[in-house]
Protein backbone atom coordinates (compact mmCIF):
# COMPACT_ATOMS: atom_id res chain seq x y z
CA UNK A 1 0.00 0.00 0.00
CA UNK A 2 1.20 3.38 -1.32
CA UNK A 3 2.59 5.07 2.12
CA UNK A 4 4.08 8.02 4.25
CA UNK A 5 5.45 8.07 7.43
CA UNK A 6 7.06 10.73 9.45
CA UNK A 7 8.69 9.30 12.07
CA UNK A 8 9.27 12.67 14.24
CA UNK A 9 5.80 14.65 15.53
CA UNK A 10 8.27 17.35 17.28
CA UNK A 11 11.79 18.56 15.91
CA UNK A 12 13.16 21.27 18.29
CA UNK A 13 15.72 23.45 17.24
CA UNK A 14 18.22 26.58 18.02
CA UNK A 15 18.60 29.57 15.88
CA UNK A 16 21.47 29.10 13.07
CA UNK A 17 21.12 25.10 13.88
CA UNK A 18 21.12 22.58 10.99
CA UNK A 19 17.73 20.98 10.43
CA UNK A 20 16.45 17.53 9.04
CA UNK A 21 12.85 16.61 8.83
CA UNK A 22 12.54 12.75 8.03
CA UNK A 23 10.15 11.37 5.36
CA UNK A 24 9.68 7.88 4.23
CA UNK A 25 7.29 6.37 1.30
CA UNK A 26 6.43 3.36 -0.19
CA UNK A 27 5.03 3.38 -3.67
CA UNK A 28 5.29 0.76 -6.45
CA UNK A 29 6.28 3.32 -9.60
CA UNK A 30 8.03 6.43 -10.17
CA UNK A 31 6.94 9.00 -7.46
CA UNK A 32 5.92 11.94 -7.28
CA UNK A 33 6.39 13.66 -3.63
CA UNK A 34 5.97 16.75 -2.01
CA UNK A 35 6.65 18.79 1.40
CA UNK A 36 3.37 21.09 1.97
CA UNK A 37 4.18 23.24 5.32
CA UNK A 38 1.44 25.07 7.73
CA UNK A 39 2.53 28.10 9.62
CA UNK A 40 0.56 29.29 12.35
CA UNK A 41 -2.98 30.41 11.77
CA UNK A 42 -2.22 30.00 8.34
CA UNK A 43 -3.45 27.37 5.33
CA UNK A 44 -1.33 24.08 4.43
CA UNK A 45 1.21 25.06 1.73
CA UNK A 46 3.34 24.03 -0.87
CA UNK A 47 6.86 24.01 0.50
CA UNK A 48 8.99 22.49 -2.29
CA UNK A 49 8.17 19.17 -4.73
CA UNK A 50 10.86 16.89 -5.85
CA UNK A 51 10.56 17.44 -9.76
CA UNK A 52 11.49 21.22 -9.61
CA UNK A 53 14.60 20.24 -7.90
CA UNK A 54 14.88 23.75 -5.82
CA UNK A 55 15.64 25.47 -2.86
CA UNK A 56 12.78 27.23 -1.16
CA UNK A 57 13.17 29.72 1.90
CA UNK A 58 16.85 27.78 2.17
CA UNK A 59 14.86 24.04 2.68
CA UNK A 60 16.00 21.47 -0.23
CA UNK A 61 14.71 17.96 -0.30
CA UNK A 62 16.71 15.28 -2.42
CA UNK A 63 14.70 11.79 -3.44
CA UNK A 64 16.55 8.59 -3.01
CA UNK A 65 14.83 5.93 -4.64
CA UNK A 66 17.10 3.26 -3.07
CA UNK A 67 16.27 4.20 0.54
CA UNK A 68 12.90 4.99 -0.15
CA UNK A 69 13.44 9.00 1.31
CA UNK A 70 12.52 12.75 0.51
CA UNK A 71 13.79 13.95 3.96
CA UNK A 72 13.95 17.71 4.20
CA UNK A 73 16.70 20.04 4.73
CA UNK A 74 18.27 23.01 6.10
CA UNK A 75 21.36 24.39 7.04
CA UNK A 76 20.72 27.03 9.37
CA UNK A 77 17.43 27.36 10.75
CA UNK A 78 15.52 30.56 11.51
CA UNK A 79 12.60 31.35 13.95
CA UNK A 80 10.18 32.49 11.13
CA UNK A 81 11.08 28.40 10.13
CA UNK A 82 8.62 26.98 12.91
CA UNK A 83 5.99 25.59 11.52
CA UNK A 84 3.98 22.00 10.85
CA UNK A 85 5.30 20.21 7.68
CA UNK A 86 3.84 17.46 6.19
CA UNK A 87 5.45 15.44 3.48
CA UNK A 88 2.87 13.92 0.90
CA UNK A 89 3.14 11.30 -2.33
CA UNK A 90 0.96 12.14 -5.31
CA UNK A 91 -0.72 8.80 -5.86
CA UNK A 92 -3.49 8.32 -8.52
CA UNK A 93 -4.87 12.06 -8.97
CA UNK A 94 -4.44 12.22 -4.81
CA UNK A 95 -2.42 13.84 -2.28
CA UNK A 96 -0.93 10.83 0.74
CA UNK A 97 0.07 12.81 3.62
CA UNK A 98 2.20 11.76 6.57
CA UNK A 99 1.40 12.92 9.91
CA UNK A 100 3.71 15.64 10.07
CA UNK A 101 6.25 16.94 12.17
CA UNK A 102 6.26 20.13 14.12
CA UNK A 103 9.23 21.97 13.77
CA UNK A 104 10.33 24.58 16.89
CA UNK A 105 12.95 27.19 16.26
CA UNK A 106 14.47 28.63 19.60
CA UNK A 107 16.17 31.54 19.49
CA UNK B 1 -9.38 36.17 -6.40
CA UNK B 2 -7.09 35.13 -3.63
CA UNK B 3 -7.74 31.58 -3.04
CA UNK B 4 -9.25 28.59 -2.41
CA UNK B 5 -12.08 29.83 0.23
CA UNK B 6 -14.23 27.50 2.90
CA UNK B 7 -17.46 27.91 4.48
CA UNK B 8 -18.24 28.23 6.98
CA UNK B 9 -15.19 27.73 8.70
CA UNK B 10 -16.48 26.92 11.86
CA UNK B 11 -19.41 24.56 12.93
CA UNK B 12 -20.46 23.12 16.34
CA UNK B 13 -23.36 20.75 16.24
CA UNK B 14 -25.20 18.24 18.08
CA UNK B 15 -24.90 14.55 17.24
CA UNK B 16 -27.65 13.64 14.93
CA UNK B 17 -27.65 17.17 12.69
CA UNK B 18 -26.84 17.35 9.16
CA UNK B 19 -24.54 20.27 8.24
CA UNK B 20 -22.94 20.87 4.96
CA UNK B 21 -19.97 22.43 3.65
CA UNK B 22 -19.34 24.83 0.88
CA UNK B 23 -15.55 25.16 -1.48
CA UNK B 24 -14.95 28.00 -3.52
CA UNK B 25 -11.98 26.59 -5.73
CA UNK B 26 -9.57 29.24 -7.51
CA UNK B 27 -11.68 30.48 -10.39
CA UNK B 28 -9.68 28.41 -13.56
CA UNK B 29 -9.28 25.06 -11.24
CA UNK B 30 -11.41 22.39 -12.82
CA UNK B 31 -9.92 19.90 -10.24
CA UNK B 32 -11.28 19.86 -6.63
CA UNK B 33 -10.40 17.75 -3.73
CA UNK B 34 -11.46 17.48 -0.10
CA UNK B 35 -9.62 16.21 2.50
CA UNK B 36 -10.29 15.63 6.55
CA UNK B 37 -7.90 16.19 9.17
CA UNK B 38 -8.05 14.67 12.73
CA UNK B 39 -5.83 15.97 15.92
CA UNK B 40 -2.48 14.89 14.77
CA UNK B 41 -2.89 13.63 11.49
CA UNK B 42 -2.23 14.37 8.30
CA UNK B 43 -4.77 15.39 6.10
CA UNK B 44 -6.38 12.33 4.45
CA UNK B 45 -8.33 12.31 1.49
CA UNK B 46 -12.09 11.89 0.97
CA UNK B 47 -13.12 12.77 -2.50
CA UNK B 48 -12.36 14.87 -5.88
CA UNK B 49 -14.14 15.99 -8.75
CA UNK B 50 -12.80 16.98 -12.55
CA UNK B 51 -15.24 19.70 -13.50
CA UNK B 52 -18.60 18.68 -12.58
CA UNK B 53 -17.86 14.71 -12.54
CA UNK B 54 -16.75 12.53 -8.94
CA UNK B 55 -13.99 10.91 -10.52
CA UNK B 56 -13.32 9.11 -6.88
CA UNK B 57 -14.40 8.45 -3.39
CA UNK B 58 -12.71 7.36 -0.55
CA UNK B 59 -13.67 3.75 1.59
CA UNK B 60 -13.58 7.32 4.04
CA UNK B 61 -16.27 8.18 2.75
CA UNK B 62 -19.17 6.40 4.44
CA UNK B 63 -23.12 6.77 3.29
CA UNK B 64 -23.45 9.30 5.65
CA UNK B 65 -21.26 11.89 3.30
CA UNK B 66 -22.11 13.23 0.51
CA UNK B 67 -20.57 15.73 -2.60
CA UNK B 68 -21.80 17.86 -4.92
CA UNK B 69 -20.01 20.00 -7.78
CA UNK B 70 -22.99 20.95 -9.69
CA UNK B 71 -21.56 23.29 -12.56
CA UNK B 72 -18.06 22.91 -12.23
CA UNK B 73 -16.97 25.81 -9.43
CA UNK B 74 -18.31 25.38 -6.09
CA UNK B 75 -18.91 22.01 -4.04
CA UNK B 76 -20.75 21.36 -1.12
CA UNK B 77 -20.03 18.62 1.14
CA UNK B 78 -22.79 17.01 3.35
CA UNK B 79 -23.09 14.79 6.52
CA UNK B 80 -26.02 13.10 7.39
CA UNK B 81 -26.86 12.35 11.05
CA UNK B 82 -23.34 13.32 12.55
CA UNK B 83 -21.38 11.68 14.71
CA UNK B 84 -18.85 12.78 17.26
CA UNK B 85 -16.12 10.87 15.07
CA UNK B 86 -16.68 12.95 12.42
CA UNK B 87 -15.38 15.96 14.45
CA UNK B 88 -12.38 17.04 12.30
CA UNK B 89 -11.11 19.89 9.84
CA UNK B 90 -12.47 19.46 6.58
CA UNK B 91 -10.14 20.81 3.73
CA UNK B 92 -11.13 21.54 0.12
CA UNK B 93 -8.30 22.56 -2.18
CA UNK B 94 -8.27 22.77 -6.10
CA UNK B 95 -5.80 22.22 -9.14
CA UNK B 96 -5.39 22.50 -12.66
CA UNK B 97 -5.58 18.65 -14.40
CA UNK B 98 -2.07 17.75 -15.28
CA UNK B 99 -0.54 20.01 -12.93
CA UNK B 100 -0.23 18.18 -9.54
CA UNK B 101 0.45 21.07 -7.05
CA UNK B 102 -2.57 21.53 -4.89
CA UNK B 103 -4.03 24.93 -3.70
CA UNK B 104 -5.41 24.66 0.06
CA UNK B 105 -8.26 26.34 1.90
CA UNK B 106 -8.60 27.27 5.20
CA UNK B 107 -10.74 24.52 6.37
CA UNK B 108 -13.99 23.92 7.94
CA UNK B 109 -13.60 22.55 12.07
CA UNK B 110 -16.79 20.79 12.38
CA UNK B 111 -17.18 19.90 16.23
CA UNK B 112 -20.42 17.40 17.02
CA UNK B 113 -21.36 17.76 20.29
Known amino acids: AQRVTQPEKLLSVFKGAPVELKCNYS??????LFWYVQYSRQRLQLLLRHISRESIKGFTADLNKGETSFHLKKPFAQEEDSAMYYCALHNTDKLIFGTGTRLQVFP | DTGVSQDPRHKITKRGQNVTFRCDPI?????LYWYRQTLGQGPEFLTY????????KSRLLSDRFSAERPKGSFSTLEIQRTEQGDSAMYLC???????????FGPGTRLTVL
Open chain 2, 93 to 103: ASSLTNYNEQF
Open chain 1, 27 to 32: YSGSPE
Open chain 2, 49 to 56: FQNEAQLE
Open chain 2, 27 to 31: SEHNR
